[in-house]
């Protein structure tokens, strides 16, 4: 795909078909990165071979691992037991997640380097990340902006911390837990919401130990420092966040029957399909089973008359990359769609409750921006428009979901950054009928 390109949805026949969703992006960094920490040989299935997880790859190796591919989605990572000092800047490109855990790893090993990105990771705030591992005795220096890339750490003799986020993260979490591995004394986290949990369950799978039990309002993580890792096989399941873009066209498309195979159903990550249910779709899951660690399952998504419903704000940390397809879907819903408790999603990797609600009104919806949500109001759904998608994938596939079941086509810009997360996307909704190019 050529850079800056466009990309049209149109609108056409009903969907339909089985599709294998893609590895997930969360698990693959972990992957990765807790290969590349570990003693020995972590051998991986099902990685995803996106441009985030491609970048992660990359400084893995420059840690010092050996990382190879076999062959699509089978790599073998071999750690020396710790990250070494690289001879280069780290470039995480568009990858939020890559660069915070990459941050946490490296804090914990006696190094000096720097961190950067692309325009749009330059934007995003890294002092969530540099704040607690200062506390845990870490170094920082900035170029300009002490929240923003390129930073320069300097790592090691860390000791553990007690921390409580305001604000359920889990790329927060999995960098303190990563850097407290190379900590001396106990790294003990606290969050408001369980969020996401891969980290904590991949370090068990590496040989690690960490202790979580829910206390008082939240949930607490504790974990020894001076734990070692040892390689182990990774079978990556696949995205439930990428496969929410095949499954909500079926649901919007008339006479669509559209099915996801091997989609992760970690509890931590579902919120979208059970907020989809709660609208009245129909969404069936056969063929759960245990993969991996994790419960995955294929999930068919068929034409559903949809209901808008107002999302429990405790529900956020499951689906916070999901309110756009969300939003999408909620445009040919009946009444209302609320999300609030979600001003994350102004620091992703793009404004995401801004981009949503301007794309969305260029294409005829009703929306209302507020500081820390957003509401629309099913209705007729025009498209005809070209949408400003700030580079940033989730903004550009939501809007040719909707391309497709709008009276219009859809177009967006920067359609290459699709591929940080779902390479294969253009081609797999082609094959479900979609006309999308
Ligand atoms: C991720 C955590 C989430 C999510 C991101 C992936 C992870 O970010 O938005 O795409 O893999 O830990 P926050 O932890 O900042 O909410």
Redesign the pocket.
């Known amino acids: 795909m050529a850079a800056a390109s466009l990309l049209t949805a149109r609108p056409g026949a009903a969907l339909s078909g089985t599709v294998t969703a893609p590895g997930d992006?969360?698990v693959s960094?972990r992957a990765l990165i807790l290969g590349g920490m570990a003693e020995g040989v972590t051998e991986i299935e099902g990685l995803l071979e996106g441009e985030d997880i491609l970048a992660t790859a990359r400084a893995v190796a420059a840690f010092g691992a050996r990382v190879a591919r076999l062959g699509p989605g089978q790599w073998i990572v071999t750690g020396q037991g710790g990250f070494r000092q690289p001879d280069s800047v780290i470039d995480c490109g568009n990858a939020?997640?890559g660069v915070r855990l990459l941050i946490g790893a490296a804090a914990g090993y006696p190094v000096t380097v720097t961190f950067d990105g692309d325009a749009s990771l330059r934007k995003r705030p890294m002092k969530r990340i540099t704040g607690p591992l200062t506390g845990m005795g870490a170094r920082f220096e900035w170029q300009d902006d002490p929240d923003r890339l390129p930073l320069r750490l300097t790592g090691g003799k860390l000791k553990g911390l007690t921390f409580t986020q305001a604000v359920a993260?889990?790329?927060?979490k999995?960098a303190l837990l990563l850097a407290g591995l190379n900590a001396s004394g106990d790294t003990d986290i606290t969050e408001p919401e369980r969020?996401?949990d891969?980290t904590e369950r991949m370090l068990r799978a590496f040989g690690a130990a960490v202790r979580v039990r829910e206390e008082g309002q939240g949930w607490r993580m504790r974990l020894a420092g001076g734990q070692r890792l040892s390689g182990t096989p990774v079978s990556v399941p696949g995205d439930p966040s990428s496969a929410a873009f095949p499954l909500a066209a079926g649901l919007i498309v008339p006479g669509s029957a559209v099915t996801v195979e091997n989609v992760m159903l970690n509890p931590l990550r579902t919120g979208l399909f059970d907020t989809w249910r709660e609208m009245g779709a129909d969404l069936e899951v056969t063929n759960r089973r245990e993969s991996g660690g994790e419960t995955v399952g294929d999930i068919t998504a068929r034409y559903s008359s949809l209901t808008g419903v107002v999302v429990p704000e405790a529900r956020a940390?499951s689906m916070?990359?999901e309110y756009p397809i969300l939003a999408a879907t909620a445009a040919f819903a009946s009444g209302r769609t609320v999300m609030r408790g979600i001003g994350?999603m102004r620091v992703?990797e793009s404004d995401r409750i801004a981009l949503m609600a301007r794309g969305l009104m260029a294409c005829g919806v009703t929306v209302e921006e507020e500081p820390e949500g957003l509401i629309v109001t099913g209705g007729p759904v025009q498209g005809g428009a070209t949408i400003e998608t700030a580079h940033d994938h989730r903004i550009a596939m939501s809007h040719l979901v909707l391309g497709l079941a709008a009276a219009r086509p859809v177009t967006v810009r920067d359609a290459e950054m699709i591929a940080t997360s779902f390479p294969g996307f253009v081609a797999l909704m082609q094959g479900l009928g979609a006309d999308i190019g």
Do not use: Y
Request: charged share 30%; proline share 0%; glycine share 6%.
């Open positions: 992006k969360s960094h939020g997640t993260s889990a790329q927060v999995s969020s996401r891969h940390a916070i990359d994350e992703k």
